[in-house]
């Protein structure tokens, strides 16, 4: 199946640091609907950042102030910055891309494999 190709995840002390990347592949262009959720052990998938085709943010209460979703879509790429890191912001981490076809009047959806991201206090 076609996938997003996310990276970046990884260990990291709680007040750290860390950018997610998520690069889509082929004719899978990044100019509309971008999002990323995230789903710890036992929960569910629950968006995190999102970002419209009019460049318009939405954020979780909890990463207010601390992520910022970003994307180049000359290199097809969604970015999540990820500051002041709280152990309550370790799960594994999802992209997603939505393509609109408009002569279609159809959506295609797209998810990253999931990146691991652990904060230790």
């Known amino acids: 199946q076609v996938q997003l190709v996310e990276s970046g995840g990884g260990g990291v002390q709680a007040g750290g640091s860390l950018r997610l990347s998520c690069v889509a592949p082929?004719?899978?262009?990044?100019?509309?609907?971008v999002a990323w959720y995230r789903q710890a052990p036992g929960k569910q998938r629950d968006l995190v950042a999102s970002?419209?085709?009019?460049?318009?943010?939405t954020y979780a209460d909890s990463v207010k102030g601390r992520f910022t979703i970003a994307r180049d879509n000359a290199k097809r790429t969604v970015y999540l910055h990820m500051n002041s890191l709280k152990p309550e912001d370790t799960g594994v981490y999802y992209c997603?891309?939505?393509?609109?076809?408009?002569?279609?009047?159809?959506?295609?959806?797209?998810w990253g494999q999931g990146t691991q991201v652990t904060v230790s206090s």
């Open positions: 997603n891309v939505v393509v609109y076809d408009r002569l279609r009047e159809s959506e295609y959806d797209y």
């Open positions: 082929g004719t899978i262009f990044t100019d509309d609907f």
């Open positions: 970002m419209f085709s009019d460049d318009t943010t």
